[in-house]
C-alpha cells in the first residue's frame, strides 16, 4: 500500500493509458471478458427481472383501477375487432396458400418467409441517456446468437448486439448506433434508417439517403429491404411522418414513426435466424 | 475486506436499481446518473485511492451491461474518482455542498466527453441542443438525487468504519 501510495501519479497515468487504447480497440466490437460477463449475468439479471416485474404489474394495477370503465367499452370494441380480423385472416390465408401453390409453379422462393422467434422479456434499460438499448432475459443458453434481429408484434425493435449466457444486449432502431436498410412498401425507394437524438424522446427514427426524385409520401409504410447484413427482408418498420429535403440538394430524409412503441415495451421476439449474407466490404 | 464487500454491494444494488427502478422517474429522457454519485461520494469520503478504485468498478459494470466498448466508462469513472478525492482531506462530512456540485459538475464534463466522442464525431454539430436539452437537465437531476444518494452512502460508510475500527481493536 505504501508503495501504491508512492507511486500514486504514475500508476494512474499507466492506467488511464492502458484505458484509452482498450476502449478505442474494443470501440463498436461486441467482446465479452470471458466467464465475468456470464457470472455477473447470474448474479444481476434475475433482480433486474424480478424488479421489472413488480414494477410493471403495479404499474398495471394503477392502471387497470383507474381505466376499469373504459375497459367495458375497450373489451366490447376488442371483441369486434377481432370478429374482423378473424375473416380478414381467414381470406388471407387462402392468398397465401394460393400464393404458395403459384409460386411453386413458377418456381420462385417465397420472398416473405416465416421465422422461429423466441418469446423473450424486456428486464433492463440503459441506464445512461445517450442511448437507447436494453437488455432482454434470453442468452445463449437460449440459442440467442450475436445480430438476430428483434421484433414485436408491431414490427422491428432492433437487433441483439452481445450475448451472454443468461442475458443479451440489444439496441433498438432509435438507437443512435443503429442503422437499418430499408424501402417503401408502395414504391420500392430505398433508404436507411437510424435513430436520431432530437427524435428519440419522442420515440421517432430518420430515414436517410432517399433518393430526391424518390416518389414516397406521408403516410407510405417503410419495411426492411433485406439489403443489410443482419435483417431479413418484408419486417414492418413504421410509416413515414414527414418528409423534409436534405441542404445538399441530392437526398431526402424522412421522419419515421415507428410501429412499435418503445415506450412500453415489454416482452419481444427475438428471430431464430442470422442472416449470412455478406457485408458489402467482403463482396468487394 | 467488509469495506470491499459491502462497496460491491452498493455497486450492483445501484446497477440493478438504475436500469430498472430509476427508469421511473425519467423527465423528458433525462435521469439522474446515480453511479457518478456513488463514486464522487467514495471519493470525498475515503480519498483518492478508493474513489479511482470505485469509480473503476463502476465504469467497468457499465461497460460489461449497456457500454459500446470495454473501458471507456471504467476510465470516466476513474478519473472522476481519483480527481474528486483530491477534495477528501478538508471535506467537512456533514456539509452536502461538495458532493452536490462535484457530482452536476463530473456529469456535465462527462456529458461532454460523450457528446464529443459519440456524436460530434458522427456529424451531430448542434452542441446547444445537447447542452440545453441534455446535459444541464441532467446535471442539475444528478445534483438533486445527490442529495438523497450521499446521505444513504453516508450513512453505510459510517457503520462500515465503526466494524473497521472494532476490527482493529481486536487484533
Redesign the interface.
Known amino acids: 500500500m505504501k508503495f501504491f501510495n508512492e507511486y500514486k501519479r504514475q500508476f494512474m497515468i499507466l492506467a488511464v493509458i492502458a484505458l484509452v487504447i482498450i476502449s478505442i480497440f474494443t470501440a463498436g466490437k461486441t467482446i465479452k471478458i470471458a466467464g465475468v460477463d456470464d457470472a455477473l449475468g447470474f448474479i444481476i439479471t434475475p433482480f433486474q427481472g424480478a424488479v421489472t416485474s413488480v414494477t410493471n404489474w403495479v404499474g398495471d394495477s394503477v392502471n387497470g383501477i383507474i381505466e376499469r370503465k373504459n375497459l367495458e367499452e375497450e373489451n366490447k370494441e376488442l371483441k369486434k375487432q377481432i370478429e374482423e380480423l378473424t375473416s380478414e385472416n381467414e381470406r388471407l390465408s387462402l392468398y397465401e396458400a394460393e400464393n404458395k401453390r403459384l409460386s411453386e409453379l413458377l418456381d420462385v422462393a417465397q420472398k416473405y418467409q416465416d421465422y422461429d422467434t423466441v418469446g423473450s422479456r424486456v428486464i433492463a434499460k440503459d441506464t445512461g441517456v445517450w442511448y437507447d438499448s436494453f437488455l432482454i432475459d434470453k442468452g445463449s443458453m437460449d440459442g440467442i446468437k450475436n445480430n438476430m434481429p428483434v421484433i414485436n408484434a408491431g414490427g422491428l425493435v432492433g437487433r441483439v448486439v452481445k450475448t451472454s449466457a443468461a442475458y443479451s444486449n440489444v439496441y433498438s432502431i432509435l438507437d443512435t448506433r443503429s442503422s437499418v436498410s430499408v424501402k417503401s412498401a408502395r414504391t420500392g425507394d430505398a433508404g436507411v434508417v437510424t435513430g436520431d437524438y432530437e427524435l428519440m424522446e419522442q420515440g421517432l427514427c430518420r430515414m436517410e439517403y432517399i433518393d430526391s426524385d424518390a416518389e414516397i409520401v406521408e403516410g407510405d409504410e417503410i419495411i426492411t429491404s433485406g439489403l443489410s447484413e443482419y435483417y431479413p427482408e418484408g419486417i414492418s418498420v413504421g410509416y413515414v411522418k414527414e418528409i423534409h429535403q436534405d441542404e445538399n440538394g441530392l437526398t431526402k430524409y424522412a421522419v419515421i414513426q415507428p410501429k412499435v412503441d418503445f415506450k412500453h415495451i415489454d416482452t419481444v421476439l427475438v428471430v431464430q435466424e442470422v442472416q449470412d449474407k455478406p457485408s458489402g466490404a467482403e463482396v468487394n | 475486506m467488509i469495506n470491499a464487500v459491502v462497496t460491491a454491494a452498493v455497486l ?1 444494488v445501484n ?10 422517474i425519467e423527465i ?4 439522474p ?1 446515480t ?1 457518478l454519485i456513488i463514486i464522487v461520494s467514495y471519493a470525498l469520503l475515503r480519498g ?2 478508493a474513489g ?1 478504485a470505485v469509480g ?1 468498478a463502476a465504469g467497468m ?2 461497460d ?3 457500454g ?5 466508462y ?2 470516466m469513472g ?2 472522476t474518482g ?1 480527481f474528486c478525492g483530491i477534495c477528501h482531506k478538508n471535506f467537512y462530512r456533514d456539509n452536502l455542498v461538495l458532493p452536490v456540485t462535484l457530482s452536476a459538475l463530473a456529469n456535465v464534463i462527462i456529458g461532454f466527453i ?1 457528446y464529443a466522442t ?2 460530434l464525431l ?1 456529424n ?1 454539430y448542434n452542441v446547444f ?2 447542452v440545453v436539452r ?1 446535459i444541464i437537465p ?1 446535471a442539475v437531476y444528478t445534483g438533486i438525487a445527490a442529495l438523497v444518494v450521499y446521505r444513504i452512502l453516508y450513512g453505510i460508510n459510517k457503520k462500515v468504519e465503526a466494524k473497521e475500527k472494532q476490527r482493529r481493536k481486536l487484533f
Open positions: 450492483i446497477l440493478i436499481l438504475q436500469s430498472t427502478l430509476l427508469q421511473l423528458r429522457g433525462v435521469m446518473d453511479m483518492q485511492n479511482a473503476f459494470l457499465y460489461i451491461f449497456f459500446s466498448s470495454i473501458g471507456f471504467a476510465l476513474m478519473l481519483y460523450i459519440g456524436f458522427e451531430r441542443y445537447y441534455v441532467q
